[in-house]
């Protein structure tokens, strides 16, 4: 397991999809349905609104867990900045990765109230 606490190999051996993008193609445009989050294994994403990035995500990072808790549509856009490599996690991934990884909840937690606050900042 790796030290923020994400495997990916054991997601992949549970028969979990990874998923590769090109630089500049869409993961997900705001407005999309969003049964899903993604972790990234490779490479790094921009999250944009009204053209404007507001997060770049990196290796071991999650990013579209809002639409997969609430499911709401996005509320923004993820391009791959470069050839990128990601876990798809829908709600039995993220269930299997909750109960073989309790911490994996509360991580996730931390990073979206990290999240909020920095939105809040802005304000």
Do not use: H, Q, W
């Not at 993220?94 to 909020?116: I, Q």
Request: charged fraction near 30%; hydrophobic fraction near 40%; aromatic fraction near 8%.
């Amino acid at each position: 397991m790796a030290s923020d606490g994400f495997d990916f190999e054991g997601l992949v051996r549970a028969g979990y999809p990874l998923k590769r993008f090109e630089p500049g193609e869409r993961i997900f445009v705001s407005g999309d349905e969003g049964s899903v989050m993604y972790a990234v294994r490779s490479g790094s994403v921009s999250i944009l609104s009204a053209g404007e990035v507001l997060e770049t995500v990196r290796p071991g990072e999650t990013f579209g867990e809002l639409s997969l808790i609430d499911g709401s549509p996005r509320g923004a856009n993820a391009i791959a900045r470069e050839e990128t490599e990601v876990a798809v996690i829908d709600e039995r991934a993220f269930n299997y990765l909750v109960e073989r990884n309790p911490g994996f909840a509360l991580d996730l937690m931390r990073r979206l109230a990290r999240r909020l606050r920095r939105m809040n900042e802005n304000l």
